[in-house]
């Protein structure tokens, strides 16, 4: 099975807060889940998996046992078989999924997601010899067979797949490791989920005491009034306290759980089979962390230093880091604008790219508001081929919250542009993955820069894109960096909240440098973020992408016409080709060390601009 969820973007801050009229977003859209089935008791999707369950036990009975015997035809038409079958599952859990996503509180919903769960891991049993013998036929074998014109079309999958042969597991093993997955690490997981989705943070404000959500209190770090930014920072820290207990229990149970699995599958590092899923070597990872961490005092460091004269200081609260300049314009922003401008940007591109965006705004594909309960921050969901992805939101009116919706349109898209490599070939390994958000950021971030009115405003909006790219590049590297902290400790026994806790502060403070004060609370800031829950060491995804994209920009800006169309076509390609493959018509290798200075050069020539504009005002 597919990952289903996508995790949410880099978050700058979390979106949302509840202090932002109705009337002043506009009318915000809210997804239509009928695409997938038409409700959880509908007969669709009774149908469906009794449908999946009999197909299943059928391909089993007729396959089980006589791959390595297929004639090519043969082959390719099994696959063909067990593609449909897959793909009814993951329509399946793509539905239950979106559901509970919604509001995580709410207990049919999680028992419904949980059932799915249950119900899709059952059939997935009787699917999972084939994937297990495929990695057994060798290799002459498979290469003889491949000349065959319809076989030849599942090449990428058949490469993907038999790539994990080092690291399977003797059958029977398998099939306990999936059955058991429901009540293992997917509960663990549901349990941080609904634990974080059912946090109340109090605060004061000028208004009153308010009780708010975690994306409301998040948002609230970027208001305009510097005693809101303390206030929400302070009770943020005291209720993550509170819970931390849970947290790290959570954060242990799983840290061993993926040691027991490395172990077991011989993996070397507790990154490396991240980075066998996404398809990149580790010494390129290896050179990305390298080259970041040895910026950190040409980027952070030198940004957040700005950052505090402007504020009047040498340094920083930590609460003030996402704190807008004292000059920016804090107006809320429609939805209908955000729309605007998001899908003038890519028109402006690209009239295809919009075209395709649009089918997300005339459709109800998107759930845009704050509800109790919702999952917090933004996903893109591919769901399957035969249908069409799904965004969440959680809109509240402010430039970030415009960008995240670039940054999530450019998944969308990218999934539809994928889907036709069909449900087993359409998946983009997760280095690649933010290469579409990430570039869609940066197109609507050139229109928004364009469309400025005067140097003060153009001044402002640099300094939150800079932002935005420290965000996304030096903070997610100090997440993968206190990850692996994490990981490899972990191996060594048990860790006490304290001991991540003061994990946490090294990693906090040698990525974001001596201008940002932190006080005691901000500690147990580590157990909010969800990736290192969901998907363990995907963090670095984001810092690949927003290098790779800067790089890819700096090629978009010099070329001639045909880029859009190159583009296009890399996004097409879906998971049929790797990094190297599908950056060679730009020029571009991720293996070379240079790649990552270039990337990296971009936010330094901005902070260069930065620094000039300030320098002359």
């Known amino acids: 099975m597919k990952q289903l969820l996508a995790p949410a973007p880099a978050p700058a801050t979390a979106p949302a807060t509840g202090t932002v009229s109705a009337k002043a977003l506009g009318d915000l859209p809210e997804w239509n889940l009928d695409d997938l089935f038409p409700g959880r008791d509908s007969a669709e999707l009774t149908a469906a998996i009794e449908q999946a369950r009999a197909r299943a036990l059928a391909f089993e009975a007729a396959h089980k046992g006589k791959l390595s015997d297929l004639a090519a035809p043969a082959l390719a038409a099994a696959i063909g078989d067990y593609e449909a079958i ?36 059952e059939i997935s049993t009787h699917l999972l010899f084939f994937s297990l013998e495929i990695n057994k036929i060798d290799d002459a074998d498979l290469a003889a067979k491949l000349a065959d014109p319809a076989l030849a079309n599942y090449e990428p999958w058949l490469r993907d797949t038999r790539a994990f042969r080092p690291h399977q597991l003797d059958d029977d093993i398998e099939k306990l490791l999936l059955e058991k997955h429901v009540v293992g690490k997917a509960a663990w997981v549901r349990l941080f989920d609904e634990s974080m989705a059912a946090l109340r943070f109090k605060v004061t404000l000028p208004r009153g005491e308010q009780e708010l959500t975690s994306a409301e209190i998040f948002n609230l770090m970027s208001d305009k009034d510097g005693a809101v930014r303390k206030a929400a920072a302070k009770s943020i820290g005291e209720v993550l306290g509170d819970n931390a207990r849970i947290f790290t229990l959570i954060t242990n149970t799983l840290a061993k759980d993926k040691e027991i699995d490395d172990k077991w599958r ?6 490396s089979s991240r980075n066998l899923s996404n398809f990149v070597e580790d010494e390129v990872v290896d050179a990305l962390i390298a080259a970041v961490k040895a910026m950190y005092p040409a980027l952070s460091h030198r940004y957040y230093a700005l950052k505090a004269s402007w504020f009047g200081g040498e340094q920083l609260d930590y609460w003030d880091r996402n704190a807008p300049l004292p000059d920016e314009d804090d107006r809320t922003i429609a939805w209908s604008d955000a729309v605007d401008t998001v899908l003038g940007a890519y028109g402006r591109f690209s009239p295809q790219l919009a075209e395709l965006g649009q089918k997300f705004f005339d459709n109800s594909w ?88 005067g140097a003060a405003q153009k001044r402002v909006m640099l300094a939150n894109k800079i932002e935005d790219m420290l965000n996304t590049v030096v903070r997610q590297v100090a997440f993968f960096e206190f990850e692996r902290k994490v990981h490899d400790r972990r191996r060594q026994g048990e860790l006490l909240t304290d001991e991540i806790c003061d994990i946490w502060m090294d990693v906090q403070g040698e990525s974001l440098g001596p201008a940002i004060r932190f006080e005691d609370e901000y500690r147990y800031y580590w157990t909010y973020i969800p990736h290192f829950i969901h998907s363990p060491f995907y963090v670095y995804a984001y810092a690949f992408g927003d290098c790779l994209v800067n790089s890819l920009y700096a090629v978009y800006q010099g070329a001639e016409d045909g880029f859009a169309d190159k583009y296009l076509d890399m996004l097409r390609a879906g998971g049929t080709l790797r990094h190297k493959e599908l950056l060679a018509p730009f020029g571009l290798d991720a293996s070379d060390p240079g790649f990552w200075q270039q990337g990296l050069g971009v936010i330094s020539s901005l902070l260069d601009e930065l620094a000039a504009m300030d320098a002359s005002t």
């Open 86 to 121: 897959d793909e009814t599952l993951g329509r399946m859990m793509s539905f239950a999924s979106l559901l509970y996503a919604a509001d995580m509180t709410e207990p049919e919903s999680g028992r419904f997601y949980q059932t799915t769960q249950e119900t899709v891991t």
């Open 266 to 271: 011989q993996f070397a590092q507790p990154v």
């Open 366 to 453: 998107i759930d845009a508001p704050v509800r109790p309960g919702k999952s917090p921050g933004a996903f893109a969901h591919p769901t399957v081929p035969s249908a069409h992805p799904y965004l969440l939101l959680n809109y509240q009116g402010k430039t970030r919250d415009v960008m995240t919706l670039a940054h999530e349109l450019g998944h969308g898209v990218h999934q539809i542009l994928a889907g036709v490599q069909g449900h087993l070939m359409s998946d983009t390994p997760l280095t690649l993955a933010e290469t579409a958000s990430v570039f869609g950021e940066m197109l609507t971030f050139r229109k928004l820069l364009d469309d400025a009115p």
